[in-house]
């Protein structure tokens, strides 16, 4: 009976072991495949905050949150009398420099056409007074009166630079208020979609206080990290698929977009396979979605093919 027990208990252990390794191979989910890396992430979006440049109060608001706007769409419209007023004025201080430089022009044109008669007089006194027919008072009274004309060219003149001057500091100053007019209407930079909006009808908008934040959906990315010992299989351009939680059922294409250079300790809620991995390099995917249907913040699985001499297989996994 004991004989029998020993051969027993030994062969029984055989029979637990190897069923219970069947069972582990059976429920354990497969492993990748060889030739590609898989990595976790969420969906990121290219986003643009917009600001205004102006201080003015907000008067319309188009935005919505989670609506599409198109580039150059207007989202807020600014109070802009205060502008034009400024506008009006510097248009009206610019009429008046350019009404100043035609009048001196004309004067200066006037006196020049003076000087030029007294400088012949001031020669032909020149000759009377050595011939001694006239007094030298008088041959003096010629010459005094071309160089006062003389003066008065040179003032106006010197007038004219300085009003050519004003007339340019208007310019600039036309040019200005212009431009600060234009920017009461803020349009969208980009064509995509209203993630947040920050400013509401009746506040007072400020530069560079955030009106929107927009988000480039058509082209999303996703990061996820990969182990210091697989990083250099990589390349740019490595085929990508990617699969949500929305979408169990569809493989979105992506394609590797930039590899980080720096290694970094693993981030708290990024799951990676080998558990023991402490360094690791971001890597990120480039997605098309002219569907909008990835947003932002979406958790994703993604695998990358780094070999493209294997085959995408019929099923991806996420590896334990």
């Known amino acids: 009976m004991t004989m029998r027990r020993w051969i027993w208990t030994p062969l029984l252990l055989v029979i637990l072991a190897a069923g219970s390794y069947t069972a582990y191979r ?3 989910p497969p492993s990748l495949p060889d030739g590609f890396l898989y990595g ?3 969906i990121e979006g290219t986003e643009v905050t917009v600001a205004s440049e102006v201080s003015a109060l907000v008067l319309e608001s188009a935005l919505v949150e989670g609506a599409e706007v198109k ?23 610019r009429e008046a420099a350019r009404r100043d430089r035609d009048r001196l022009r004309r004067d200066l044109q006037t006196i020049r056409h003076h000087v030029a008669n ?3 007089d001031d020669e032909r006194y020149a000759t009377l007074a050595r011939d001694g027919r006239i007094s ?18 040179e003032g106006l003149e010197t007038s004219l ?5 004003r007339i340019e500091a208007a310019d600039k100053s036309v040019e200005l208020a212009e431009s600060q007019l234009a920017r009461t209407s803020v349009a969208a930079p980009l064509t995509g979609t209203v ?13 560079g206080r955030p009106i929107a934040t927009l988000v480039d959906l058509t082209r999303v990315e996703v990061k996820i990290y990969v182990p210091e010992k697989d990083v250099g299989k990589l390349r740019l351009g490595n085929e990508a698929r990617i699969r949500t939680d929305a979408y169990p059922d569809r493989l979105l294409a992506g394609a590797v977009s930039r590899i980080d250079q720096q290694a970094q300790f693993t981030p708290r809620d990024i799951h990676v396979p080998d558990e023991r991995t402490r360094l ?15 947003k932002p913040g979406m958790p994703v699985d993604a695998w990358v093919r780094w070999n493209a001499g294997r085959t995408w297989p019929a099923d991806l996994v996420v590896p334990r």
Do not use: C, H, Y
Not at 71 to 93: F, K, N, W
Not at 161 to 165: E, V, W
């Open 136 to 153: 030298a008072q008088r041959r003096d009274e010629a010459a005094n009166a071309l160089a006062e004309a003389m003066g008065r060219a």
């Open 280 to 294: 690791v390099f971001g890597v990120t995917l480039a997605v098309d979605n002219p569907a909008g249907e990835l």
């Open 40 to 42: 976790g992430g969420r």
């Open 195 to 207: 993630l947040t909006k920050s400013i509401e009808p009746g506040e007072f908008a400020t530069p």
């Open 161 to 165: 630079s300085q009003a050519g001057k």
């Open 26 to 28: 059976w429920l354990a």
């Open 118 to 120: 007294l400088r012949i």
């Open 71 to 93: 580039q150059g769409q207007e989202l807020v419209r600014l109070d802009a009398r205060d502008l034009q007023t400024q506008l009006e004025r510097v248009l009206a201080e």
